[in-house]
C-alpha cells in the first residue's frame, strides 16, 4: 500500500473483543456452559480456545470445531442446532456483561475521549454480533456511544480477515483509509484492517500474543500513554 507523504488524522476505528475489552475468556466460559446446557461433552480449554480463535466469529468456530470431532455423534451438526447452541451461548455472555464482570482495557477510554475533543470520527469495527456490541457499548460508556459509526457481524458477508468491515466503517464515517487508523488484538484483525488501506495499531492480549504482526504500523502492550500526536506520526 502506497501513502502520501501526509494526512490530517480523521479517524479511529476499533475492534471490539480483545481491543476494546478483553472479552475472550467470558466468551470461552460462555461457549462451555451452553455446551453443557446441551448435553455435549465438549470443553474449550484455554489452549483449544486460543487455537480457535484463529477463526473470526462465535458461529464460525462452531462450525471449524463440530466437523473435526470424527467420534462424536454430533460431528455433522446441522445449521439449526448451532444457531440454538449459539443462541445459549450468547445469553449467558450477555448475563456476565450485564454483571459487570468486563472492564475496557487500559488506556482506550483516554485514547476516546482525546479522539473526541479533536473532533476526530470514532468507528467500531466487529465482527462480534449487533447485540453483543450494543451491551458492551452501554456497559463501557453509560454517558452515551461515541462511535458514529458501528459494523458488526450480521452487517458483513465475509469475517475477518476480509477487509468488509473495515470498508463499510470507513463508509458509514465518511473517511479516507489514507487518513484513518485502526486498532486490533489479533492477526486475522490486522490482515482485515491492512487490506482495507488502514494503518493499525496492535494490542495484543494473553490469547493473541505471539502472532505474525509483522505489518503492523505500531505494537504495544496497550493504548496506555498513546497519544493522537504519535497516531498522527503513522500518516507521516
Known sequence: MIYPMT??????LFDL???????EEAHRQ????????????????????????TVSGGRERLF??????????????HEETIAKLHAEKTKRYRA?????????????????????KAG?????????SRVNAKDLLARFFPGGNPFQAVVAGEDVGARKPDPEVYLKALKALK????????FEDSAPGLA????????????????????DFKAADMIRPSLDGVTLAELKRLLA
Not at 471449524?64 to 451438526?77: N, T
Not at 476526530?120 to 462480534?128: D, H, M, R
Not at 493499525?200 to 500474543?209: A, G, L, M, Y
Open 120 to 128: 476526530l470520527k470514532l468507528g467500531l469495527a466487529t465482527t462480534t
Open 175 to 182: 473517511a479516507k483509509p489514507q487518513a484513518s487508523i485502526a
Open 30 to 53: 460462555s461457549f462451555n456452559e451452553a455446551f453443557e446446557a446441551f448435553d455435549l461433552t465438549w470443553e474449550w480449554d484455554p489452549a483449544l480456545y486460543k487455537r480457535l480463535l
Open 192 to 211: 482485515s484492517a491492512k487490506a482495507a488501506g488502514l494503518r493499525c495499531v496492535i494490542t495484543p492480549t494473553s490469547w493473541t500474543e505471539g502472532s
Open 17 to 23: 473483543d480483545g481491543t476494546l475489552a478483553d472479552t
Open 64 to 77: 471449524a470445531y463440530a466437523p473435526a470431532l470424527q467420534q462424536d455423534v454430533l460431528a455433522h451438526l
Open 96 to 116: 456476565k456483561v450485564a454483571s459487570g464482570q468486563l472492564r475496557l482495557r487500559e488506556g482506550v477510554a483516554h485514547l476516546i475521549e482525546s479522539a473526541q
Open 7 to 12: 494526512q490530517a488524522l480523521e479517524a479511529l
